[in-house]
């Protein structure tokens, strides 16, 4: 069914619609509402000044209205509730005047107003309420309001039938009312009771399908066939023994966890976790040599260039008689062409580089293995876009941000995990001290003890808005200031995202090399690099970072037995960073993260387009959502799931393996 066969909706309201995704009878039907307003007739007998209120009566006078402007107006009215009279002031509903005849019943929402005997009303709606009201509200627009969605929507509710995905064994089991029901109580509820039994149905749908979607994954990724690999330990032995520094227990770990996946018949689908500076990037050298020595190529992805460009210099460094190629999206034309033939006829045993490894037209000769550094920096989909001759590459995943539990089970929970939870050994924690701009005398003393002692210092800028130039002023400012104070006795350098790569490349190397003493720039340094001397990170309107941001920042420095500090210069939100002063724990920074900022907006999560339930909220669902865990892996194993070509169909149908 159409829109338009919609009795009573015309052109605009279709328009309007459209506006806001709406195209057919099924969108509408599955445009929820985000919240409900209970509506209760207020207590009279004590009403206080600023009370919320509800309140029947009849029109006392015809309406007055004044046009204020063009787009402002007001109407008022006296209201006799049967016990006194009041006021009501309405702004923009001069429509309403019409209906509002003397007499006619109605209730007012909206604020009392005590000295004036009045009400500011919100909302009219015509009749008496005589029990409980619960009232959906849409997302609506300035072109149409939530309560015509409303209306619309009810109009149609009994001539739609929506599929009900959810196992007959499953729906008994908790006495789910069945979907239709449901759908029309949410749109349309009558009690609170029976929309909490609609809600839990239709959240539970929605996480049953994904955990159903997830372990259909996992276990068909099981049987998707790896390669078959024949390498001895005793040769990762003899590298991981060339090393200039012995392996944590949990980098061995890893690293048997990896040969294992690498050298069965099945494809690895593996995430590596472990907190910043943990040194998860030489475990991910040592897989892409084992790789190697199976004969296969095998590509690292780095979030930025810079990134891109350090692993290419340290992997080159550390198996010189291997040929690694870099391919960033900066390169020249020509070098890339080299570069790309390269990897296409095979010369190019282990390829670094940026997004340009899947977004540029690449073709690989016999990619046996990806490593994706940082994996929340990429969606997730876009493994799918590698050009490899026939061949199922073998997958790593790592990442510095650990999740809680709640979230690794549902965006990583079709991978199996690594986890790196020792630091090697001889690091100290990093001293970190919250200090208000005033005190910034003091911020410069630390700085310069730090100078003396020969060592390094980053000052971080955040991108305080989208333009570039706001950017460069601050970046700019900071370097006057800074060679104001130091100038004199070290070298000051500059380094930003508007930079080209061979620029970036040239200052970080010259911090690296000690030649540049302070280093100022926007975030570019974030993720992943590494200057063991430097030892003081200071970041400037720290308030603007989430705190998982500045802990990987904070990440940068601290990297050896040096003590080092980090000074988070703020003048808000203080409260927030002061976490960062008790703990190095990314796991508990990431849980303050998620406590203080939601699930929504961290890590770029929403890219990967995992969590957008409709309904559901896997933090305040979490229970819910375990209990859709366990019933899905039993319904993917049972005959059911074989004989139920619709969920089946859904399920291979979104999951899009390739
Ligand atoms: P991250 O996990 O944040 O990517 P890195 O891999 O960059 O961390 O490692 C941080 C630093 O620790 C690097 O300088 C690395 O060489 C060093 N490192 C890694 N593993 C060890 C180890 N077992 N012992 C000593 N230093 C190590
Ligand atoms: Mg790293």
Partial sequence: MELKEIKGIGINTIKYLNDLGIYNINDLINYYPFRYEILENTDINNLKDGDKIVIGGVCENKPNVFHISRKLNKMSFRLNTGKFLCNVTIFNRAFLKQKL???????VIGKYDQKHNSIIASDIKFGL???????????????????KISKIIKSILNDVSVEDYIPNEINKKYSFINKNEAVKIIHNPKDQQSLENALT???????????????????????????????????????????????????????????????????????????????????????????????????????????????????KKLIPNINVVLLTGKLKAKEKTEIKKQIQNGEANIIIGTHALITDDVNYYNLGLVITDEQHRFGVNQRGNLKNKGITPDILYMSATPIPRTYALTLYGDMDISSIKTMPSGRKPVKTYVKSSKEITETLYMMLDQIKKGHQIYVVTPLIEKSDKIDLENVYQLEEKMKKAFGKICTVGVMHGKMSGIEKDKIMNEFKEGKIKILI??????????????????IFDSFRFGLSALHQLRGRVGRNDLESYCILISDKETKRLDILTKTNDGFKVSEEDFKLRGSGDIFGIKQSGNMNFKLADIKKDYEL???????????????????????KQLITKSTNLN
């Fill in 625 to 647: 959502l375990l209990t859709a865990k366990k019933d899905s892996e039993e319904f993917l194993n049972s005959e059911e799931f074989k004989n139920n070509p619709k969920v």
């Fill in 201 to 315: 149905k239709l959240k539970y749908e929605e996480l049953f399908l994904f955990m159903l979607r997830i372990n259909y994954l996992k276990k068909y990724q099981k049987k998707i066939p790896g390669l078959k690999r024949k390498v001895s330990y005793e040769d990762v032995l003899n590298f991981i023994n060339s090393l200039t520094f012995k392996l944590t227990p949990d980098q061995e770990k890893a690293v048997k966890e990896i040969y294992q996946d690498l050298i069965s018949p099945n494809r690895m689908n593996r995430l590596l976790q472990g907190d910043v500076g943990s040194g998860k990037t030489i475990i991910s050298f040592i897989s892409l040599y084992i790789n190697y020595l199976s004969g296969y190529q095998g590509a690292l992805m780095a979030p930025t260039e810079i990134l891109a460009i350090q692993h290419y210099n340290n992997l």
């Fill in 129 to 147: 309420i005589k029990e409980t009201i619960i009232d959906p509200i849409y997302h609506s627009s300035f072109k149409i309001s939530s309560s």
């Fill in 101 to 107: 005849d003397i007499n006619t019943q109605i209730t």
């Fill in 521 to 538: 720039s926007t975030t570019v340094i974030e993720v992943g690099v590494d200057v063991a001397n430097a030892t003081m990170i200071v």
